[in-house]
């Protein structure tokens, strides 16, 4: 009878499991002819994008199963690119036009909320990439943390009004605030021997968490940026070291 029990539990045990993974349909109206996805669990650094890859056939409809729930998921498809978030077994829809993402389902809030935040992903990227940037020409760090704690008020409050987890909130606002660190590192960078890299910002660089114990950052696409320009403004700046002392290393 024993037997007969334990072959029982085998056939049906997995089945509630499958029941609670996420469940995604893709739409795409253009011409992607696949999309790629792989989760930001921690356990690859988030700008590798090593993930699962799917084929798309334009105006049909593409049913995913997805490995894991409570994750948020990197999506490219064609030239988009983009989160996604799923619970335990909900049921969501995406639907890929040539520039428009529309979220449907039992996550389209928090689907929404990580488009909208993708905009101050995309402010503090440029920072290093435009020299018109709002941020170029501050060199003062009062005037510097004033614009950024105004774009971060922001943020948390898009982020606590609407209706999201208190896991889900408490897991962004570590990434905002990465998000912003990396920004002020960049900066650093830039000031980096100017004289107006002063007692202030150094004072500023050492009474910040940058959370390199915790694994929610390696979430973060700014990860890999804080660990390199952490390593250098700690070894040129503070501890002084010449860059040309390290080239001559090598030679």
């Known amino acids: 009878m024993k037997k007969y029990s334990f072959i029982f539990l085998t056939l049906f045990l997995p089945f509630p499991c499958m029941a609670q993974m996420p469940k995604l349909v893709i739409n795409s109206q253009s011409e992607c002819a696949e999309l790629r996805y792989w989760p ?10 090593l993930g699962e890859t799917v084929k798309i056939n334009p105006g049909e409809g593409t049913e995913l199963v997805l490995p894991q729930s409570e994750t948020i998921y ?3 498809a064609d030239k988009q690119v983009f989160k996604f978030y799923a619970t335990a077994g909900s049921i969501n829809t995406i639907t890929i036009y040539k520039d428009t993402i529309i979220f449907e389902g039992e996550n389209k809030q928090y689907n929404t909320y990580l488009m909208k935040a993708s905009k101050s992903d995309s402010y503090c990227w440029k920072y290093s990439r435009r020299r018109d940037h709002e941020l170029r020409n501050v060199a003062n760090i009062s005037e510097f943390k004033k614009i950024i704690d105004k774009r971060k008020k922001a943020d948390n409050d898009l982020l606590n009004n ?7 909130i408490k897991e ?19 000031l980096y021997k100017s004289p107006e890299l002063n007692e202030e910002w150094l004072n500023e660089f050492h009474n910040t968490e940058f959370h390199f114990d915790n694994g929610l950052s390696r979430q973060s696409e700014f ?6 320009d952490y390593t250098c403004i700690q ?7 010449s ?6 290393s090598f030679n």
């Open 223 to 228: 990860f890999n940026e804080i660990i390199k």
């Open 243 to 248: 860059p040309q002392s390290i080239m001559n």
């Open 172 to 190: 962004q606002q570590l990434l905002t605030n990465l998000r912003y660190h990396s920004l002020f590192l960049k900066k650093l960078m830039t």
């Open 162 to 168: 609407n209706m999201l987890s208190a896991n889900f």
């Open 74 to 76: 990197n999506i490219q």
């Open 235 to 241: 070894a040129f700046v503070v501890d002084t070291i």
């Open 40 to 49: 930001l669990n921690g356990k690859q650094l988030a700008f590798y994008n």
